[in-house]
């Protein structure tokens, strides 16, 4: 039997049939028809290519720690829609939801709506309602043009910059630089890190024209004491920390979180701070499946997927690499191969149940273009007892290129995160 809440998020669902619009009127119009809740929130503002969903939350678990209400917005989601909209790491409760929607459904229907400013004006409504002290809202692509840009920030952070959606967003990294830092608000602070030249350049001209006071996180000032498969140890200035997510690049986003929380509050506690931060979790980053050294990491990019490659060699440098594999249509996925030619002894490839990511007919027309030692699976599952079957103690395993699979993954490794019950 369906429930109210299948129907509901099959309604939503199928707003995606309505693609992605670029520009802010039909989430301002929506807004406006709710009562402009977004208006009435105190926010946090998150942009990026890649790690701004980590450092989301770090700088959550951080505040919940020191006594506030925060609401937390992000996207996508890997198992369960309800994740994206979260309240002190409670998800939205599947009657919030039914009731947004049922109480909203003219509206939608009437603004054409997409699916992603309905999740938007469904967070902004829900946080309100729910009278959070703070929410931190990430941007879903972009920043200048994205749904979630019609807030007025205490304080933006721009975390990674890459190519990526360059079909959207631009074909150089300026133009892709230039959107994400649409977020910037008049005299408004923005913290990011050294990035490369021309990122920064992009970042403290679109700062500086608008009086918005820029915080630059310089390389230099990191101090690594530990980095293994369990956990990164450094040192910033005043702070030791150690945080449990893995790879350097979790160090830097983890640093935006903590630069953040000094801009939000006047007095931080260096133990709440620190526990908060060696209690952090963020599923699908380099997430161990098996103590058989299998990693899930939703990387679907160039430099996600190096920076994954790249943990993977520190933590095991004496091991080989096996993949698991499959991606969106519309990733730079010829870039992509150059890293998978170079740096796996061979990759399985295989497509989604829902057959919404590249189909394994294509993916293999793509690696035999790009002379890649590959083997073919007929689903998720089979290419997981092929990864098994292959993983010899030499090498290690890693499954990534999407969000999507990772109800699929999770449910052959037994492993359950969702700890809602609506």
Known sequence: MISNIDLILEKLFSLQRLGIKVGLEHTEEFLYKIGNPHKKLKCIHIAGTNGKGSTCAILNKILIEHGFSVGLYTSPHLVKFNERIQINGEQISDMAIVEFMENNSEHIKNLKTTFFETTTAMAFDYFFKQSVDIAIIETGLGGRLDSTNVISPEVCGISSISLDHMEILGESIEKISKEKAGIIKEKTPIVTFDQGESIIGVIKETAEAI??????????????????????????????????????????????????????????????????????????????????????????????????????????????????????????????????????????????????????????????????????????KDGLNILENIKKEGFVGLVFGSHYIAEEVYSEFGKHFDTTYN
């Open 211 to 380: 009086n918005a006071p820029l915080t630059i996180i310089k390389y230099k000032d990191i101090d690594m004491i530990k980095i293994n498969d369990q956990s990164s140890s450094f040192r910033y200035k005043k702070y030791k920390i150690n945080l449990p997510l893995k790879g350097e690049h979790q160090i830097i986003n983890c640093l935006l979180a903590i630069k953040i929380t000094e801009i939000i509050l006047d007095r931080i506690d260096m133990d709440i701070m620190t526990n908060a931060i060696n209690n952090s979790y963020w599923p699908g980053r380099m997430e161990k499946l098996s103590d058989n050294d299998i990693y899930y990491d939703v990387a679907h990019n160039y430099d996600g997927i190096r920076a994954m490659i790249e943990a993977a060699i520190k933590y095991h440098p004496q091991k080989g690499l096996i993949g698991l594999f499959c991606i969106k249509g519309d990733k730079n996925i010829s870039s992509i191969c150059n890293l998978l030619r170079e740096n796996f002894h061979k990759i399985i490839i295989c497509q989604d149940k829902e057959k919404y990511l590249l189909s394994v007919g294509e993916l293999s027309k793509i690696m035999n273009n790009k002379k890649i030692n590959y083997l073919s699976a007929i689903s998720v």
